[in-house]
Nanobody, 125 residues
Framework: QLQLVESGGGTVQPGGSLRLSCSASGDTVDRYAIGWFRQAPGKEREGISCVVMRDGSMHYADSVKARFTISRDNNKNTVHLQMTDVKSDDTAVYYC??????????????????WGQGIQVTVSS
């Protein structure tokens, strides 16, 4: 059973940067697509980025494109989300999630079978 643990959250000033990490264990990550989702208070959970671990293809939601970068390290079973030029709207609980279909369909969180516990990111001056 794949297990996911997020790290790197915290408070950052507007315009600043933060890097989140998702560490996977319990299975071979090459079998999965791993994505990042976020949920702000009172809002739906939103898929923002995803990477297919086998071939490295990356996907982004329009809300974060050109500001966030996803990367993978298959040797370390880790996926990173580099956040730059953060805005107050980026404040949310961030989750990493995985699906064994190698599909990065950010609008369909139902295909993601495995989820981390989530980590808070707060953008505040």
């Amino acid at each position: 059973q794949l297990q996911l643990v997020e790290s790197g959250g915290g408070t950052v000033q507007p315009g600043g940067s933060l890097r989140l990490s998702c560490s996977a264990s319990g299975d071979t990550v090459d079998r999965y697509a791993i994505g990042w989702f976020r949920q702000a208070p009172g809002k739906e959970r939103e898929g923002i980025s995803c990477v297919v671990m086998r071939d490295g293809s990356m996907h982004y939601a329009d809300s974060v494109k050109a500001r966030f970068t996803i990367s993978r390290d298959n040797n370390k079973n880790t996926v990173h989300l580099q956040m730059t030029d953060v805005k107050s709207d980026d404040t949310a609980v961030y989750y990493c999630a995985a699906n064994p279909y190698r599909l990065c369909v950010l609008r369909d969180r139902q295909i993601f079978d495995f989820w981390g516990q989530g980590i808070q990111v707060t953008v505040s001056s």
